[in-house]
Antibody, heavy 119, light 112 residues
Framework: QVQLVESGGGVVQPGRSLRLSCAAS????????MHWVRQAPGKGLEWVAV????????YYADSVKGRFTVSKDSSKNTLYLEMNSLRAEDTAVYYC????????????WGQGTLVTVSS | DIVMTQTPLSSPVTLGQPASISCRSS???????????LSWFQQRPGQPPRLLIY???NRFSGVADRFSGSGAGTDFTLKIRRVEAEDVGVYYC?????????FGQGTTVEIK
């Protein structure tokens, strides 16, 4: 079965960096694009970034463009989100989500990892 | 960016009764490939979201058939035929026509 397990969250000071990881299993990771979606405490869902299955294309939300970088290592079945220049408004649970095939978007979600940006 | 607007934001429902959530997009979600990329997600309390419906009306694997989606263009609806206790949570629509992906504000379904 498809499993996505995020890690790397924690408390970080404003302006610092953090790298999130998402370990994937139960499917051929190299064949799927992957997304990051976040949810601030008590708020709705915000799409963050996407990477194509082969890493050839990436898109970002304007709110993170230039600060966050998404990447994937298919040899390790792992998705990453490098987050720099963190701000208080980046505080959220970050979900790793698979981009399904045949128009089935965001089909499997991880449990999420909490990032808190605070001094 | 495409703006997604859901109504109502809160929906108190009696067990066994139907529920309906509307979602409107600021522009048509009809893609040049002929598909309309509108999805619905359910988020139960304390859980990550899960996919219910994709491309307007296709139920995802394992989703109960009391959930149905309909609509076209810019107006879409999620219906729950007879609400059960496990349906309590927040429901989101999302457009997958273009990047950035955008979600509606969410509709909370609660039992009266």
């Amino acid at each position: 079965q498809v499993q996505l397990v995020e890690s790397g969250g924690g408390v970080v000071q404003p302006g610092r960096s953090l790298r999130l990881s998402c370990a994937a299993s139960g499917f051929t990771f190299s064949s799927y694009g992957m997304h990051w979606v976040r949810q601030a405490p008590g708020k709705g869902l915000e799409w963050v970034a996407v990477i194509w299955n082969d890493g050839s294309q990436k898109y970002y939300a304007d709110s993170v463009k230039g600060r966050f970088t998404v990447s994937k290592d298919s040899s390790k079945n792992t998705l990453y989100l490098e987050m720099n220049s963190l701000r208080a408004e980046d505080t959220a649970v970050y979900y790793c989500v698979r981009w399904g095939e045949s128009g089935v978007t965001l089909d499997y979600w991880g449990q999420g990892t909490l990032v808190t940006v605070s001094s | 960016d495409i703006v997604m607007t859901q109504t109502p934001l809160s929906s108190p429902v009696t067990l066994g009764q139907p529920a309906s959530i509307s979602c409107r997009s600021s522009e048509s979600l009809l893609h040049s490939d002929g598909n309309t990329y509108l999805s619905w997600f359910q988020q139960r309390p304390g859980q990550p979201p899960r996919l219910l419906i994709y491309k307007i009306s296709n139920r995802f694997s394992g989703v109960a058939d009391r959930f149905s989606g309909s609509g076209a263009g810019t107006d879409f609806t999620l219906k729950i035929r007879r609400v059960e206790a496990e349906d309590v949570g927040v429901y989101y629509c999302m457009q997958a026509k273009e990047f950035p992906r955008t979600f509606g504000q969410g509709t909370t379904v609660e039992i009266k």
